[in-house]
């Protein structure tokens, strides 16, 4: 196997763009991992998704590979909001155009070597590299409450563990959370026919609506990313901006932006959801293959199954790809890894794309609407120097990507 200049490990959004950028730029990439396979394996079917359309590019919004171009393309319309199994269409749409050569198989490890790294694959194959992009999404993020330690998976598990919510119909679910997969869990667990109560802490739900995002004073308000409340989604969009605001001000912006909350269009579809606001589980005690909840008011509820949306907090430590030695020398800040303006961590040549970034980058790189700017901010500093390189070696890789192409057509 040669060396490439960059490996890539992950193959949702992120690392979908960042390996188009990359490769227009002249740099020879291999991307590791099954494509969309977070989106299709840890989100429920039949969910929607929250990001209006201008939010949900993966890359540049304008560019031959957006959803517009996806749309015109297939033929036929995209319901709005966008339902997840047209997302992932889209996004296998956006691989066979520009990744025809994806490797699907998983990194096992990443080690440091000399001036670069080793990447151990599944198989036992082995390969070094220049640079790796760490683009592996949130999954090894999910977060639970520690009164539900010990519990197998058959009385509670997170959110983001199940494909399909159908098989818990005829049972009584709680949802533990106040977001919108919270809310959207529970509308589709009493969808399928589920006793399902939905238990937050926060006193009421908070909506999060389109109609103040309309018109020319919606335009100013809010920017076309559609991350953060009125005024602070204009900040958040200029994530370089947001580097260089004090530390406080980098924080309020990140914790207004990302306050748990639910889409308006949720709310007639909440009819057969019981909803208990401003509530938390004080004990959790396993009763007969089932669990007994005590609440702080003292009320108990006898339930089959508690979901978990309790959401992510990313620690790239958890990273099970990621060798300890080389963890210990990223400098973190909360879990994530410090970064410079070319996301890369305080480990030469290692960079991270997605969630971990939100510490240098603020809250808008959490999300598909971030892809753009992170994507180019890498590839402007990989690519550059990527065409310092002997005119002779750019031209026999762009020969072999071509004939990859060439090949899966």
Same mark, same amino acid.
């Given at each position: 196997?040669?060396?490439?200049?960059?490996?890539?490990?992950? !193959?949702?959004?992120?690392?979908?763009?960042?390996? !188009?950028?990359?490769?227009?730029?002249?740099?020879?990439?291999?991307?590791?991992?099954?494509?969309?396979?977070?989106?299709?394996?840890?989100?429920?079917?039949?969910?929607?998704?929250?990001?209006?359309?201008?939010?949900?590019?993966?890359?540049?919004?304008?560019?031959?590979?957006?959803?517009?171009?996806?749309?015109?393309?297939?033929?036929?319309?995209? !319901?709005?909001?966008?339902?997840?199994?047209?997302?992932?269409?889209?996004?296998?749409?956006?691989?066979?155009?520009?990744?025809?050569?994806?490797?699907?198989?998983?990194?096992?490890?990443?080690?440091?070597?000399?001036?670069?790294?080793?990447?151990?694959?599944?198989?036992?194959?082995?390969?070094?590299?220049?640079?790796?992009?760490? #683009?592996?999404?949130?999954?090894?993020?999910?977060?639970?409450?520690?009164?539900?330690?010990?519990?197998?998976?058959?009385?509670?598990?997170?959110?983001?563990?199940?494909?399909?919510?159908?098989?818990?119909?005829?049972?009584?679910?709680?949802?533990?959370?106040?977001?919108?997969?919270?809310?959207?869990?529970?509308?589709?667990?009493?969808?399928?026919? !589920?006793?399902?109560?939905?238990?937050?802490?926060?006193?009421?739900?908070?909506?999060?609506?389109? #109609?103040?995002?309309?018109?020319?004073?919606?335009?100013?308000?809010?920017?076309?990313?559609?991350?953060?409340?009125?005024?602070?989604?204009?900040?958040? #969009?200029?994530?370089?901006?947001?580097?260089?605001?004090?530390?406080?001000?980098?924080?309020?912006?990140?914790?207004?932006?990302?306050?748990?909350?639910?889409?308006?269009?949720?709310?007639?579809?909440?009819?057969?959801?019981?909803?208990?606001?401003?509530?938390?589980?004080?004990?959790?005690?396993?009763?007969?293959?089932?669990?007994?909840?005590?609440?702080?008011?003292?009320?108990?509820?006898?339930?089959?199954?508690?979901?978990? *949306?309790?959401?992510?907090?990313?620690?790239?430590?958890?990273?099970?790809?990621?060798?300890?030695?080389?963890?210990?020398?990223?400098?973190?800040?909360?879990?994530?890894?410090?970064?410079?303006?070319?996301?890369?961590?305080?480990?030469?040549?290692?960079?991270?794309?997605?969630?971990? *970034?939100?510490?240098?980058?603020?809250?808008?790189?959490?999300?598909?609407?971030?892809?753009?700017?992170?994507?180019?901010?890498?590839?402007?500093?990989?690519?550059?120097?990527?065409?310092?390189?002997?005119?002779?070696?750019?031209?026999?890789?762009?020969?072999?990507?071509?004939?990859?192409?060439?090949?899966?057509?």
């Amino acid at each position: 196997m040669r060396k490439p200049d960059v490996v890539v490990i992950g !193959a949702g959004p992120y690392g979908l763009a960042a390996a !188009a950028h990359l490769r227009e730029g002249g740099v020879d990439v291999r991307v590791f991992g099954a494509p969309m396979s977070f989106w299709k394996e840890h989100m429920p079917s039949g969910m929607l998704l929250r990001s209006p359309w201008g939010a949900s590019h993966i890359g540049d919004p304008s560019g031959p590979l957006s959803l517009d171009a996806f749309e015109r393309e297939r033929g036929s319309g995209i !319901a709005r909001p966008i339902p997840l199994a047209d997302f992932v269409a889209y996004g296998h749409w956006f691989q066979r155009r520009v990744l025809s050569d994806i490797d699907p198989r998983k990194v096992e490890r990443v080690d440091a070597i000399g001036d670069g790294f080793r990447v151990l694959l599944e198989d036992g194959e082995s390969l070094d590299c220049g640079r790796v992009v760490v #683009a592996a999404g949130i999954a090894a993020f999910a977060w639970r409450p520690p009164e539900f330690d010990g519990l197998p998976a058959t009385l509670a598990s997170h959110s983001s563990e199940h494909a399909d919510l159908a098989h818990f119909a005829g049972t009584r679910v709680v949802v533990i959370g106040g977001g919108q997969s919270a809310l959207e869990s529970a509308v589709l667990l009493a969808e399928a026919a !589920a006793d399902a109560e939905m238990i937050m802490r926060a006193p009421r739900l908070r909506w999060v609506g389109r #109609a103040t995002r309309q018109g020319m004073l919606g335009r100013l308000l809010f920017h076309r990313t559609d991350v953060g409340p009125a005024l602070v989604s204009q900040i958040v #969009a200029r994530p370089m901006l947001v580097r260089r605001l004090p530390v406080p001000a980098q924080r309020q912006f990140t914790r207004r932006s990302l306050a748990a909350g639910a889409a308006l269009w949720l709310r007639p579809r909440m009819r057969s959801v019981t909803l208990t606001q401003g509530r938390r589980v004080t004990e959790v005690v396993r009763s007969n293959g089932h669990l007994r909840l005590r609440l702080d008011d003292g009320t108990t509820r006898e339930v089959d199954h508690v979901l978990l *949306a309790t959401g992510y907090r990313v620690d790239v430590g958890r990273y099970p790809f990621l060798a300890e030695t080389l963890v210990s020398r990223v400098r973190r800040i909360d879990g994530h890894p410090v970064l410079d303006e070319g996301l890369q961590s305080s480990v030469p040549g290692l960079h991270f794309l997605g969630a971990p *970034a939100v510490h240098s980058f603020g809250p808008l790189v959490r999300f598909v609407a971030g892809t753009d700017f992170a994507v180019r901010r890498l590839a402007s500093v990989i690519a550059g120097r990527a065409r310092h390189a002997p005119l002779k070696d750019r031209r026999d890789r762009a020969r072999e990507y071509q004939a990859a192409e060439e090949r899966a057509r």
